[in-house]
T-cell receptor, first 113, second 110 residues
Framework: DGGITQSPKYLFRKEGQNVTLSCEQN?????MYWYRQDPGQGLRLIYY???????QKGDIAEGYSVSREKKESFPLTVTSAQKNPTAFYLC????????????FGPGTRLTVL | SQQGEEDPQALSIQEGENATMNCSYK?????LQWYRQNSGRGLVHLIL?????REKHSGRLRVTLDTSKKSSSLLITASRAADTASYFC??????????FGSGTQLTVLP
């Protein structure tokens, strides 16, 4: 899991509520990523950020929002507009935008009650 | 859509045996990576092979890449119970993005 932390490990949310997942890295990496993983599935890219104050939508950005105000932090907000938010969320980072290998955090499991 | 697809979806072997899993992809790539994920954890990078390479080794891992067939294989030799995990291939789908397959669940029985 390296120097990337995600919190909380487990999160429960009622329908209609927004919730924010934390991702922090102390690796001095420029680029950060958010993925969603459903049971038995691979990872799907939600958002990514190449540099502070800049981010781009991935394949499944609808119902999610992010910010990148600091290099070490890339929080993900799951809004009430996300129809099926129950999933495992993974944050990753790379030293530069050109680096191929991604370093992952331990993940947050979100359950909507 | 997912670029890489692993095969088989699940594999169960005895400790000491070799495990082979395959990945197929659809479009041209610059490189292909393999990651491991223990249950409920993040992914860990195992190995990267570039499009101009055909084979690469790292410890008990051997990866091959056949760009003409758009496929790759990951061989784990002399498997151990600790190798039990899901294994994913990932390809560079576009600038600064990776596309992951759905994974192979490997179970190594003691």
């Amino acid at each position: 899991d390296g120097g990337i932390t995600q919190s909380p490990k487990y999160l429960f949310r009622k329908e209609g509520q927004n919730v924010t997942l934390s991702c922090e890295q102390n690796l001095n990496h420029d680029a950060m990523y958010w993925y969603r993983q459903d049971p038995g599935q691979g990872l799907r890219l939600i958002y990514y950020s190449q540099i502070v104050n800049d981010f781009q939508k991935g394949d499944i950005a609808e119902g999610y929002s992010v910010s990148r105000e600091k290099k070490e932090s890339f929080p993900l907000t799951v809004t009430s507009a996300q129809k099926n938010p129950t999933a495992f969320y993974l944050c990753a980072s790379t030293p530069t935008v050109a680096t191929d290998t991604q370093y992952f955090g331990p993940g947050t499991r979100l359950t909507v009650l | 859509s997912q670029q890489g697809e692993e095969d088989p979806q699940a594999l169960s072997i005895q400790e000491g045996e070799n495990a082979t899993m395959n990945c197929s992809y659809k479009t041209s790539i610059n490189n292909l990576q393999w990651y491991r994920q223990n249950s409920g954890r993040g992914l860990v990078h195992l190995i990267l092979i570039r499009s101009n390479e055909r084979e690469k080794h790292s410890g008990r891992l051997r990866v091959t890449l056949d760009t003409s067939k758009k496929s790759s294989s990951l061989l784990i030799t002399a498997s151990r119970a600790a190798d039990t995990a899901s294994y994913f291939c990932a390809t560079d789908a576009g600038p600064r993005q990776l596309t992951f397959g759905s994974g192979t669940q490997l179970t190594v029985l003691p």
